[in-house]
């Protein structure tokens, strides 16, 4: 099941792994994203520290992982076309996988409470 | 670019202040975006041949001659949830009542009506992208504005031609990256005859008033200006970074 930062970062666990990304929301107010700049494998995700930048055609602008871990696994596809940022955000355009402790960073909300808080603001 | 990430990095820390810059370029330089590839519209071998810089914004080229330049930095939280758009629209604001002021029609390329044209393109050439916040004023495109954000703050700065110097963006640019002499203008072109002094006033006012905010000015700490001297010479005067960034260019 997808979960929600209220900054719009999502993660999802996948076996002993979590997938993270950037919601639909965050990506339509970035507009189209023309570059993401991902990690290295191996890096740590989480804290302070971006885990990768986007760039849109007005901002770069970085992305924080949700999640505190290693990064195993970075979505390549992304590299080739950032324009899926856009059309999958919440699906095919993950941007890492990541190997965690469950070291969640912040509240999380399910889908459903992230867009009904997304449309309350 | 190293004052703006030296004082981008004192408004991150607590007690930080915003800031707003107006300045000029000694020599005229090629400025390139974050993750732009320099082989990509540029004439081969050029970045040898003029002094060139790599900024920490996106977007493409801009060859910065005879301009003022802005750039500032809030706090992410003085916009409130504003997204990238919003907050775009709010702080671009000053230059568009600036242009209005001087009697000039200005609006934003999304609120002019203009149809059949496709906005969000990236292009080598800055000046040469449609993109839905363009600033334009007498229906041509004025100069060039980006931002970049991370977590606490936002920064962005932006490019106000005084007039356009073709004979080397012609140099620099292949031919199908320049910018369509039609769509772009300059304030030379627009008519403006008033100082730079005057400018930059009417820019801090408009800026000031928008934003319900007081400029007091101030100077770089003793701190400050050492920090960003010691990142001009490794960081942004190293040919390295120009060319290649953080290793991640756009194809």
């Known amino acids: 099941m997808k979960m929600f930062t209220k ?3 999502w993660l999802e666990k996948f076996g002993s792994h979590y997938r993270v990304g950037l919601s639909r929301e965050n990506v339509d107010a970035l507009g189209e994203i023309t570059f993401i700049e991902l990690p290295k494998i191996g890096a740590l995700a989480g804290g302070e520290s971006p885990s990768a930048v986007l760039e849109a055609v007005k901002a770069a602008t970085d992305f924080y992982s949700p999640i ?3 990064i195993i696994s970075v979505n390549t596809l992304l590299s080739q ?3 899926l940022m856009n059309s999958s955000p919440e699906d095919e355009a993950w941007i890492l996988e990541i190997a965690s402790e469950d070291e969640f960073l ?4 399910d889908e459903k409470a992230w867009r009904t808080w997304m449309t309350d603001l | 670019m190293a004052v703006d990430e030296v004082l981008t990095e004192s408004l991150a820390r607590p007690g930080g202040r915003p800031f707003f810059r107006l300045y000029a370029w000694e020599p005229a330089c090629l400025s390139l975006g974050r993750f732009q590839n320099p082989i990509a519209g540029l004439y081969d071998g050029i970045l040898e041949q003029v002094p060139s ?5 996106g977007g493409g080229a801009i060859w910065h001659s005879d301009e003022l330049t802005y750039s500032l930095g809030f706090p ?3 916009f409130g949830n504003s997204d990238v758009k919003s907050t775009y629209e709010k702080i671009c604001g000053f230059l568009v009542e600036t242009w209005k002021e001087l009697g000039w029609v200005a609006l934003f390329a999304k609120d002019s ?3 059949g044209q496709a906005f969000g393109s990236v292009t080598p050439a800055c000046f040469a992208g449609k993109e839905a916040y363009d600033i334009l004023v007498e229906g041509k495109k004025l100069g060039g504005n980006a931002q970049r954000r991370d977590r606490h703050i936002i920064f962005q700065h932006g490019s106000i031609p005084l007039s356009l110097d073709w004979p080397s963006m012609v140099a620099l640019f292949l031919p199908a990256a320049l910018p369509n002499v039609q769509q772009i203008t300059s304030l030379l ?4 005859v008033g100082s730079r002094a005057d400018l930059q006033s009417a820019l801090s006012n408009n800026l000031s008033r928008i934003l319900g905010i007081d400029l007091e000015p101030d100077t770089l700490t003793p701190h400050e200006l050492s920090l960003a001297k010691e990142r001009e010479q490794l960081k942004f005067s190293d040919r390295d970074w120009t060319l290649r960034g953080a290793g991640h260019l756009r194809s």
């Open chain 2, 76 to 78: 992410s939280g003085f």
């Open chain 2, 189 to 192: 072109d627009l008519g403006y």
């Open chain 1, 106 to 109: 912040g509240t999380l909300l």
């Open chain 1, 68 to 70: 505190i871990g290693r």
């Open chain 1, 7 to 9: 900054s719009g970062e």
């Open chain 2, 53 to 57: 810089v790599r900024r920490p914004t």
């Open chain 1, 81 to 83: 076309t950032p324009g």
């Open chain 2, 113 to 115: 009506g203009i149809t």
